[in-house]
């Protein structure tokens, strides 16, 4: 066959971002020449974003990693081979770990990662680092709305179900999430539903709601508190559900009568005809979801929001219902994949427990060691990159991943962290704000050239596939672990760099566990397996399980539990320096800290700077312009942004997307406040004072 005849390689696989993961064609013999179009996959049916349609673009990136930089005496980061590479990274580890001791290593990974990536990262930290100091990403993202889950359910799953039973809602609440933004093909699925939407902001998702609740950043608490009162009063909970399927229904009700509508009016802002109007929609039927994003679970207060919304659907008879339920919107790419398997802090493989001693000894047996050496639980991710460089704190920090010079709060504390390290490590495929700190960078392969798994928000395994051969010098994390794993002293089979071995690997350490695998495989998967977790491995293959708690739920009783909850508000209050409420979030365009849409020319072109939406009332108050450039300060920092009037928006609150670097990071305002449960920072509500500033 001659060179123009032979036909041009094709691969199934799905898109690199959110946690939708939609089904994608890609074709295409080159990175530049790669062309994308959508598959009827379930989830998306044809239909991408404009993320998706562009995602091939960061392939041939301008400024793509292709060579191994070590920082030189000069401080320059200077190109140099693998084995420099990698063996001024395995010298610095050892050396700091004789001086300093383990636990002065730490690793940080990434919702985005595959399975196989997220499990290797865990067992490389505990085993050849022998480090308990590991977290990721996700305590950023999925970590309130986690712990909620495993509280009410006994397991958390994003979404208990799949996207498609959307389609035959007739009212779904979505509270804190913008979806028409954030996973915008997700939204042909709620087309027959009537919409309720809590947001303070008029956003594109509320847009398209039958109600509209607007209220204040960081009191949402009160607000679910208010539903479940009045879905008491006026009669609409549903007790034969209650009696036969939960517990702890007397106390958060009890909780919730001191939440008369007129309070919750006074706190929130919500009108009690609102409020009156949303919980009539939602127990109109049995046919009703409550959704949560993170508008409501990144916060101080983020578990308990949750487990009240949690509560709601209860009263409601919702949860584990055929037509109608509970679920959380998952976000990154292998959000949930990403925390089961390993890469979490107080965490192993298979959603199992580090201080489980059964869950230890059944993971070390796989692991080939004595439970005795897996470390116990590390830091939260804040806590984690906060105590970077300190007396106690780690000295040496790897990073698959994540960007936190751009995506952590208080954001310029974390970098001075961050720059405090002895030694930062950093495998990218572009020079994101982090990588660029580094003193090692190892460039990675991109989902293109790579194969593995992701679960997507429906607990659904996906196969990622390689279209492309990756550029020359360019290794996969795998490949990384491996090699600086066998450096410093540990068998080399202990580390698989192919994927599909790794898997096996990851299905025996699940099997048995909350998020068991070990009924999937690659072969299933590629022969167009519909398959969720949890699948045993079962003499008749398994189907998984699209849907769980139609019978029970996963607490041994098989009851949910009701949450006792109250509503404290935010960290921080407006004061007379700091009268505004500053809420953050996405936009279409962009993805997370930007470091991959921010090279896409469309996208960047799309919004190409930060800008923060402000009422005209506010913005008069402040002197502001429309189009003219803003300050936004508060007690831990400001950034510069670009104002964009909005009468839409409440008067006491703006709103900046954080995907954007430098003076214009979002992050130098938010408050690092956790959530006591789960490590949730609050990215959601700050104080600020908003100045005009000079072009
Ligand atoms: N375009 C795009 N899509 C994405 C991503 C992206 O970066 N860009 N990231 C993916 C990831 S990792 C995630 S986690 C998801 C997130 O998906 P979403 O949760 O939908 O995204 P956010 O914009 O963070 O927040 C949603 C909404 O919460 C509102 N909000 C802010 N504060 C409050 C509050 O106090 N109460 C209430 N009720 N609402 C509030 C914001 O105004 C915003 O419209 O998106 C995924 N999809
Ligand atoms: N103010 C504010 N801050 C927030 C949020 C908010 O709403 N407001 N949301 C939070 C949330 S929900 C999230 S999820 C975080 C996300 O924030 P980050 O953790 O910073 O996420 P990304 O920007 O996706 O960064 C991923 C980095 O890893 C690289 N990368 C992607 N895939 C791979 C891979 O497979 N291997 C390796 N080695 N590298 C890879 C990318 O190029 C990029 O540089 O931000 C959080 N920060
Ligand atoms: S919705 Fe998410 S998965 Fe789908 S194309 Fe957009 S970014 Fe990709
Ligand atoms: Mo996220």
């Known amino acids: 066959m001659s060179e123009t005849s032979r036909p041009c390689p094709e691969t199934d696989t799905h898109c690199p971002y959110c946690a939708l993961q939609c089904g994608t064609r890609l074709t295409g013999d ?31 990136a301008t400024d793509r990693l292709l060579t191994p930089l070590v920082r ?37 990974g990434g919702g985005g990662l595959t399975n196989e990536k997220a499990y290797l990262l865990g067992k490389f930290a505990r085993l050849a680092l022998g480090t308990s100091q590991i977290d990721y990403n996700g305590r950023f993202c999925m970590s309130s709305a986690a712990a909620a889950g495993n509280d009410a359910f006994g397991l958390d799953r994003g979404l208990p179900f799949p996207v498609t039973d959307l389609a035959r809602a007739r009212t779904v609440l979505l509270a804190g999430a913008n979806v028409a933004e954030t996973m915008p093909p997700l939204m042909q699925h709620l087309d027959q539903a009537q919409l309720i939407v809590a947001d303070p902001r008029h956003s594109a998702t509320a847009r398209r709601a039958a109600l509209h609740l607007q209220p204040a950043p960081g009191t949402d608490l009160a ?95 919702l949860p584990g219902s055929p037509g109608g339920g509970y679920g959380c919107l998952t976000g990154q790419g292998n959000g949930q994949g990403g925390r089961e398997h390993g890469q979490k802090a107080d965490q192993l493989p298979g959603y199992r427990s580090l201080t489980d001693p059964t869950d230890r000894a059944h993971v070390a047996g796989v692991w080939g060691v004595s439970p005795h050496q897996l470390p116990g639980p590390g830091r939260t991710a804040y806590e984690l990159l906060d105590a970077l460089g300190s007396e106690k704190g780690p000295r040496a920090l790897l990073i698959l991943g994540s960007n936190p010079a751009v995506s952590a709060p208080h954001s310029a504390q974390i970098a001075k962290r961050l720059a405090s390290l002895d030694l930062l490590v950093v495998a990218d495929f572009v020079p994101s704000e982090t990588a660029r700190m580094a003193d090692v960078v190892l460039p990675v392969t991109q989902w293109a050239e790579e194969d593995g798994t992701l679960t997507n928000l429906e607990g659904r395994i996906l196969r990622r596939r390689a279209l492309l051969t990756p550029p020359p010098l360019v290794r996969s994390d795998l490949q990384i672990l491996h090699d600086l794993a066998v450096r410093l002293g540990e068998p080399p089979d202990r580390y698989p760099a192919e994927p599909r071995e790794v898997f096996e690997e990851l299905r025996a350490a699940s099997r048995g566990g909350r998020a068991d695998y070990s009924g999937i495989s690659y072969d299933r998967l590629d022969a167009g397996e519909s398959l969720h977790w949890p699948c045993p491995d079962t003499a008749e293959p398994h189907p998984g399980t699209p849907r769980l708690f139609l019978d029970k739920f996963a607490h041994p009783d098989g009851r949910a539990r009701f949450t006792d909850t109250d509503h404290h508000g935010p960290a921080e209050n407006t004061s007379g320096d700091y009268p505004v409420h500053a809420t953050t979030g996405r936009v279409l365009a962009h993805y997370q800290s930007g470091a991959q849409t921010r090279r896409v020319a469309e996208l960047s072109e799309a919004v190409p ?23 936004i300060t508060s007690a831990r920092g400001g950034m510069t942004a670009r104002v964009r009037l909005d009468p839409t928006l409440r008067p006491d609150t703006v709103f900046v997307p954080f995907h954007f670097a430098g003076a214009g990071r979002a992050n130098l305002f938010t408050h690092p406040a956790l959530d006591p449960r789960s490590g949730m920072p609050e990215f959601k509500v700050s104080a600020v004072r908003l100045d005009p500033l000079p072009e």
Not at 81 to 108: C, E, I, K, N, Y
Not at 302 to 314: E, S, V
């Open 609 to 631: 700077e930060a800008f923060v939406e402000v009422h005209p009332d506010t913005a008069a108050r402040c002197g502001l312009a429309d189009r003219g450039l803003a300050r």
């Open 223 to 317: 607000l679910a508190l208010g539903l479940m009162h009045l879905a008491v009063v006026e009669g609409l909970v549903d007790h034969a559900y209650i009696e036969r399927r939960t517990r702890g229904f007397e106390a958060a009700v009890s909780r919730a009568a001191g939440w008369w509508p007129e309070r919750v009016e006074a706190v929130t802002g919500v009108p009690v005809s609102a409020q009156r109007t949303a919980v009539h929609l939602l127990a109109e039927s049995h046919d009703s979801y409550v959704l949560t994003g993170r508008g409501v679970e990144q916060h101080r207060q983020g578990t308990a929001t949750t487990a009240a919304f949690i509560n709601l659907a209860l009263a409601l008879g």
């Open 30 to 60: 080159h990175a530049a020449a790669v062309t994308v179009e959508p598959t009827d996959f379930p989830v998306n049916r044809g239909k991408l974003c404009q993320k998706g349609w562009t995602a091939p673009q960061v392939l041939s």
């Open 72 to 108: 030189g005496r000069d401080g320059q980061l200077t190109e140099a081979s693998w084995d420099t590479a990698l063996d001024t990274v395995a010298d610095s580890l050892l050396r700091t770990r004789a001086q300093h001791g383990p636990d002065a290593l730490a690793v940080f």
